[in-house]
């Protein structure tokens, strides 16, 4: 059944001017303009660390307790060690809900709107802020920051740390405590019990990780592709399975001269196993893209796993690359 298309001077009338104040509309969505937004994302950190390294107070106000999604609330607390390390204050909002969506630059520029700083906002979601430059405007929503600033809770880098979240993901209790040693038995731990507890341990992140993908593959299973909970499961599938390869490969395969394998053996046996050695990381990656290439070729590309496995073939090509890159090239202050 045809619809109406809800576009023309009704629904979008002329505008006239009503001030002087500069200011610009900036979109992102999956169609357009989606990609180059991603690499904002991922230089969000670095960017803000640099900043307070030249003197910029930096202050964040997030959700609190009071939050309809616990699992994203932990989720993003996992990333603000590099930022509260550096010197960024990040406060909790306590009285109620927070969902606001505002940047305020040096009292000059104001960008509000919808967009977040996640891959399903640049990937999935329809996004758009206003960005204002006027001093005036700045200044009001400033003093509307002050307002809910004087309702948050600070989080200290101590108080991030403490919660038994992080300790049990990061293994330890504090900054400045020693790791366990590998392979020590608590005490009153039995054995077969206690080689349980040390493989898990020893083993949460690959675990964790592929628990996910399988979850993710679960649910894709009873879902329709054209409803948003079916893509993001379809998108979910190939994002985690490349985390999945990327924890295991760069564990277990070595890439010379890259960042991202592991440590090259040192005892080689010929000029054949050095070079299968110094490259498995890349040879593995290659001929698993050309796999899903191959099957992606098959599929129709419109059909409920076609779409899947084109994502992974993006996935894999972006890890691959990532490989490739980082023996040749560099980036200032960063991780990897």
Known sequence: MPGEVLHGPD???ALTPAGDTAAHLFASSPAGGAESMHPMYLLAINTLTDALKRGVRVR?????????AETV???SRAGWGDLLAAGAEIYEYAPTMFHCKALIVDGYLVSVGSTNFDTRS???NDEANLNIYDRRFAARMTAVFETDLAHAR???HEAWWDPPVVRASLG??????ARPVVGARRPGMAGSRGRTHHFLHEHSLSLTATGILVLWTGLYLFSSPDTHLGSFFGNAIADWAGVVVTVLATKHLYEKGSTAGLRAPRHLLGPMVRFLRDH???LFLLLTGIGWAVVYA???SESKWGQVVGNLVSEWTQILAFAIMTKALIERDARK
Do not use: E, K, N
């Open 11 to 13: 629904y979008f009338p």
């Open 172 to 177: 330890t209790r504090g900054p400045a405590a």
């Open 60 to 68: 964040i106000i997030v959700p609190g307790q009071h939050m309809d």
């Open 154 to 156: 600070r989080i200290s």
């Open 280 to 282: 498995l990381l890349t």
């Open 122 to 124: 640049f990937r999935l």
């Open 73 to 75: 609330r932990r989720a």
């Open 298 to 300: 098959v599929l129709d």
